[in-house]
């Protein structure tokens, strides 16, 4: 008889965001006519640039012709989209190899089974809050153990608590871990690391020989020059650090579905010299995906080109123009708000001592307004909820005033 993986029945809720949705879809039916604003989910709203439409119209161009038809690409992405993304990192200072570029259907993707080339019993180290899928993917794997309600935390992992005290960036855990999750500029807090705090998670991670699985789907929204973009800007990271990227929230690819994972060759980890865990990342996009669509690479490459990345750039101004918007108006109606400065998101504290579920429901029911409650993304984010820069700025500046009002209702 079948058995199912049971590792999904220790799942202690829901995906996030599916459940937020049902939320809201039950107001909107019980109130019809009532419209609600959306700063919830982190989906973009603006559209694609005209240089990225371009280069996606010439990838379906060259697929209606005999001479330029092609089929199955590179595993790993088309040669001249890693040399794009190779370009993009070289101007920051990092050389990569074209073999250690992998490109992909987005972050998520990766976030989520990059975990699978690691021993099932790995211990893992993640931010709280952080980014749902990094706890989710390790449970169905069979790392989180058993769920403990009190403390609203898998006993098989490892908490790092991101707080006001330590400026929601964690120190590095004080015993040995094997894989090391980190998110800059962060999803949800919208703080965004320093040079020095990724160099001690670097140290660290060289010391243990711990692998540090480094997400920067985000890093187009950091506009402070101090700040670092890449782990790879960090000397010695190439040997401890896993790098994933994404199109979704630089180039409005929520849809279309791009992105890319960076597996150096002189990675090392227990048992593993340098080579070996790109060689399996390699196996593993192999065996389970044929490339992203040759027509999407084609899209991503515009992005990456000079005149596709001004308009990416500008695109993404306009959403850090919402995210402080939104800190500014909540910040003017009693917030204390964090992020939002060089990242998409903005943090708030829920007012009275509101519960992080609480605060979502009267912002639903009394302002008509979804954000996402922090406790979703783990203990430490009871107390706040985030909201998303990426909606349309008139609904940003109308959701704002809602919020505001409700507020100041008391
Ligand atoms: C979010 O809201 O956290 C993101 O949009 C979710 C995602 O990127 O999958």
């Known amino acids: 008889m079948a058995r199912a993986n049971q590792n999904y029945d220790k799942l202690a809720a829901g995906y996030l965001f599916p459940e937020i949705a049902r939320r809201a879809r039950a107001f909107a039916d019980g109130h019809p006519g009532v419209e609600l604003l959306r700063l919830g989910i982190g989906d973009t709203t603006l559209p694609l640039t005209p240089t990225v439409v371009a280069g996606l119209c010439s990838g379906a161009e060259k697929l209606g012709s005999a001479e330029t038809y092609t089929g199955y690409g590179d595993y790993e992405g088309e040669r001249w989209m890693r040399e794009a993304v190779a370009a993009a990192y070289r101007e920051r200072g990092v050389t990569l190899d074209l073999g250690e570029i992998f490109v992909s259907d987005g972050a998520k993707s990766d976030s989520a089974n990059i975990q699978s080339i690691f021993a099932v019993d790995s211990v893992v ?165 044929n490339g992203p669509s040759n027509v999407v690479q084609a899209g991503g490459a515009a992005a990456l080109s000079l005149q596709g990345r001004r308009e990416c750039r500008a695109m993404v101004d306009q959403y850090l123009q919402n995210a402080l918007l939104i800190r500014d108006g909540l910040g003017r109606a009693g917030l204390t708000c964090f992020g939002g400065k060089n990242a998409p998101y903005v943090w708030a504290r829920a007012p009275r001592g509101l519960s992080s579920w609480d605060f979502f429901d009267l912002l639903l029911n009394e302002a008509q307004v979804v954000t996402t409650p922090g406790s979703g993304f783990g203990p430490s984010g009871e107390g706040y909820i985030r909201l998303s820069a990426f909606g349309r700025r008139r609904d940003t500046e109308r959701a704002v005033a809602r919020i505001r009002a409700t507020l100041e209702k008391g």
């Open 125 to 289: 180290a993640i931010e709280d809050p952080a980014y749902p899928v990094y706890v989710d993917s390790n449970v169905m794997a069979g790392r989180g153990g058993p769920f403990d309600p009190k403390r609203q935390q898998y006993q098989g992992l490892l908490y790092m608590p991101c707080n006001e005290a330590n400026g929601f960036f964690p120190d590095v855990p004080a015993r040995r871990v094997d894989l090391i999750y980190l998110c800059s500029p962060n999803n949800p807090t919208g703080e965004v690391a320093t040079h020095a705090q990724l160099s001690r998670f670097v140290e660290y991670a060289r010391a243990e020989q711990a692998v540090i699985l480094f997400d920067a789907a985000y890093s187009a929204f950091i506009r402070d020059p101090t700040l670092p973009h890449s782990i790879y800007e960090v000397p010695g990271a190439k040997s401890c650090a896993i790098e994933m990227n994404s199109f979704s929230k630089s180039a409005g690819f929520t849809g279309v579905r791009l992105g890319w994972a960076v597996v150096p060759k002189d990675l090392v980890a227990e048992e593993c010299p340098s080579g070996k865990l790109n060689a399996m990342w390699y196996r593993r996009q192999s065996t389970f995906f």
